[in-house]
Structure formats: C-alpha cells, structure tokens
Nanobody, 121 residues
Framework: QVQLIESGGGLVQAGGSLRLSCVVS????????MGWFRQAPGKEREFVAA????????SYADSVKGRFTISRDNAKNTLYLQMNSLKPEDTAVYYC??????????????WGQGTQVTVSS
C-alpha cells in the first residue's frame, strides 16, 4: 500500500519561501510520475505541478509558473516543491500525489494527508 507523507508547510510572509517535501513508500518511486495539488478553504482541489519519473519533464499551473519548482530525488524516494515569492492566494493545504505504476502522463491515484501553507500579507 502506497504511503505519501508531506512536510515543510507553515506560516510565511508574502514574498517569502517554503520548501515542501513528500516521502513515498510502498511503490517504486523512481518509476512513477508525481504531482502537487492544493486546496484552499471553500475551493476545489487544484493542480499545482507535476514531474515525470525521470525528472526530465515538468508541468505547472499558470498561477505558479516562475515561482514554484518541482523536483525529485529518486535515491531518497522524495518529491519536493520549492515555493518562492509566495502570495496570500497561495494559502492552502498542499497535497502530493502519486501515479499508478505503468501509467503514461500525469494521472494520479494516491494522495498524502496534506500540509498547510499559510501566507500572510
């Protein structure tokens, strides 16, 4: 059974930075695509960023392009999200997500419990 454990959330002032981490177990991390999603209060969960198994291809939501960077360390079974120039509208619970083995493209079937990011103005 796959487990995804996020960490690194917190309270930061606008313009600041945070780095989220997600440790994955129970699935061959180095062979699956991974992603980050977020959900703000009263809103639907939305896509933030995704990365292929090799790290060669990434995808970002328009709202975070140029500010957020997704990366992975396959030796450590860990996914990262570096968030710079944070804005109050980035406030949300952030979730990491894992693709099913063998799936092509960015589709996800497993989710972590989430980590809260709060950006004050």
């Amino acid at each position: 059974q796959v487990q995804l454990i996020e960490s690194g959330g917190g309270l930061v002032q606008a313009g600041g930075s945070l780095r989220l981490s997600c440790v994955v177990s129970g699935r061959t991390f180095s062979s699956i695509a991974m992603g980050w999603f977020r959900q703000a209060p009263g809103k639907e969960r939305e896509f933030v960023a995704a990365i292929t198994w090799s790290g060669c291809t990434t995808s970002y939501a328009d709202s975070v392009k140029g500010r957020f960077t997704i990366s992975r360390d396959n030796a450590k079974n860990t996914l990262y999200l570096q968030m710079n120039s944070l804005k109050p509208e980035d406030t949300a619970v952030y979730y990491c997500a894992a693709s099913p083995p063998g799936r092509v493209g960015f589709t996800f079937d497993s989710w972590g419990q989430g980590t809260q990011v709060t950006v004050s103005s």
